[in-house]
């Protein structure tokens, strides 16, 4: 009989501890509830949306065509193969050709493209390498294409250029575009 009164009474004392927990689990809900409608806290980093997002710092307007800096490629690598070996690197340009009117793109208007080193006046030609693009290629939308053309590797020191791009009868400068 004494042991069934122990079993009771740890019984008793285990639900009233199980109750003041719950309590104070409810007190202290409502007070962080009550707390946090006071004080919103919120992870905010600068944000790029803001300014001008998917627009180019760097771009052209004339009529109703626009050229747009897209990026530059930089890729530096060698091949060696048997006996064969040999400097592949480029400097790669894109630029974004777009038709405010949203009319078609004739691709083949393109005429030519140079660039000139900001500091020393030197202009560099395109290998003979170009491609005109839909923009996207998944779903193009045809007022808009995207242009690649490859350089030779640009000298070290250079970190600006101007580019001058003759598309359709018109010539596109885009002045102090920033590569470094």
Same mark, same amino acid.
């Given at each position: @009989?004494?042991?069934? &009164?122990? $079993? ?16 104070? =689990?409810?007190?202290? +809900?409502? !007070? ?8 919103? *806290?919120?992870?905010?980093? #600068?944000? @790029?949306?803001? /300014? +001008?997002?998917?627009?180019?710092? =760097?771009?052209?307007? $004339?009529? %109703? %065509?626009?050229?747009? !800096? ?6 530096? =690598? !060698?091949?060696? =193969?048997?006996? $064969?070996?040999?400097?592949?690197? *480029?400097?790669? %340009? ?5 038709? /405010?009117?949203? &009319? ?5 208007? !393109?005429?030519?493209?140079? $660039? ?8 560099? *030609? ?9 923009? #996207? ?6 007022? &808009?294409? &995207? ?34």
């Amino acid at each position: @009989m004494n042991m069934f &009164k122990h $079993i009771k009474e740890m019984k008793t004392k285990l639900v009233s501890i199980l109750c003041v927990i719950l309590i104070v =689990y409810i007190i202290l +809900s409502i !007070f962080i509830m009550k707390s946090s409608n006071q004080h919103v *806290y919120v992870y905010h980093e #600068p944000s @790029m949306v803001k /300014l +001008s997002f998917g627009e180019s710092k =760097y771009f052209s307007t $004339i009529g %109703l %065509l626009k050229v747009s !800096f897209e990026k530059i490629t930089k890729e530096k =690598y !060698f091949i060696t =193969y048997s006996q $064969i070996t040999g400097n592949q690197s *480029y400097f790669g %340009l894109t630029l974004i050709i777009e038709d /405010l009117a949203r &009319k078609n793109i004739d691709k083949s208007a !393109f005429e030519y493209i140079y $660039i000139e080193d900001t500091t020393t006046k030197q202009k560099f *030609y395109p290998i003979p390498y170009y491609e005109i693009e839909n923009f #996207p290629t998944d779903r193009p939308l045809r007022y &808009k294409v &995207k242009f690649y053309a490859k350089f030779l590797p640009l000298p070290y020191q250079t970190s600006s250029i101007n580019i001058y791009f003759k598309f359709s009868d018109k010539l596109f400068v885009l002045k102090n575009v920033d590569i470094r």
